[in-house]
């Protein structure tokens, strides 16, 4: 009887999709909102857990198997004094981006610096995605910069919003982990890169240096520029880097994707920097 009890309670204490609260947090999937709000959404343990760990989160909802799936994360939610709110599966479905939402969302400040404080950390590695548009490419490029111990993301030009929700996702948690920086004109970033001491490599199929070739260039700080996409650099931001490498490829693949090239050029830069 007291078990019957308690389970009819619970879907009233759940907050609905209709629900301002929840209303307001659904907005956030859309960038104009979060321009101007400066909060976002980071879905799933994975990401809540790093929100929480750097004291971004402002709101978290969870549904009722979150509760139990993920009870001392939110219990450490609860503690550090952050509103924590149960909602009904409809209002999680509609927090959630995924096809199957983990029920656990968190309403969080955005995590963006300005360029000039990466810069005037006296940066050792830095990867300088230039107008990059796929939201799951910017997050896993973002993942792979941490996992490396970069020292900042530049996200150069028009870019995608890294606090897309499926680029919040592919980052696994490591958007609240390494600096990025958004930074609208490419020029300019350049400049201030430079003006740093920091040397600009670009990526590019014909470059003049193998990477199996460029340690003596990748042991000091380094700054990776890598291309759209769709259409790679462009040749006149290619021109202005003080190197060009190309990765070897020994088998038949015409190319690499960006996700794919960013990893074996960053990992490359961190075992030389790390053997020193």
């Not at 404080?117 to 990059?132: F, K, W």
């Not at 490396?148 to 948690?173: E, M, Y």
């Amino acid at each position: 009887m007291t078990t019957h009890s308690d389970s009819s309670k619970r879907p009233a204490e759940a907050l609905s999709e209709r629900n301002p609260r929840v209303v307001s947090a659904v907005k956030l999937q859309r960038a104009a909102q979060r321009r101007r709000s400066g909060l976002f959404l980071a879905e799933g343990a994975n990401a809540v857990t790093a929100a929480l760990e750097t004291g971004r989160v402002r709101e978290l909802f969870y549904s009722l198997a979150a509760a139990e799936r993920d009870n001392a994360l939110i219990a450490g939610a609860v503690a550090d004094g952050i509103r924590t709110s149960m909602v009904s599966d409809r209002a999680a479905e509609h927090l959630g981006e995924t096809v199957t939402s983990p029920g656990l969302v968190a309403v969080c400040e955005q995590v963006d610096v300005p360029r000039g404080e990466i810069l005037d950390n006296s940066p050792r590695m830095l990867a300088v995605p230039v107008e990059i548009a796929e939201p799951g490419n910017a997050g896993t490029l973002i993942r792979v910069a941490d996992a490396v111990g970069a020292d900042g993301v530049v996200l150069a030009g028009d870019t995608v919003d890294p606090h897309n929700g499926k680029a919040v996702r592919s980052s696994a948690g490591s958007l609240f982990h390494v600096p990025v920086a958004r930074s609208r004109d490419i020029n300019a970033t350049l400049d201030a890169i430079s003006g740093a001491g920091v040397t600009i490599l670009a990526t590019a199929a014909n470059g003049e240096v193998s990477l199996d070739e460029a340690d003596e260039i990748l042991s000091g700080p380094v700054a990776w520029l890598f291309g759209n996409e769709a259409h790679g650099l462009d040749p006149a931001v290619a021109a202005r880097a003080d190197h060009r490498i190309r990765i070897p490829i020994h088998g038949r693949a015409e190319s690499l994707n960006l996700a794919a090239a960013a990893a074996i050029c960053l990992y490359s830069s961190a075992r030389v920097q790390h053997a020193r």
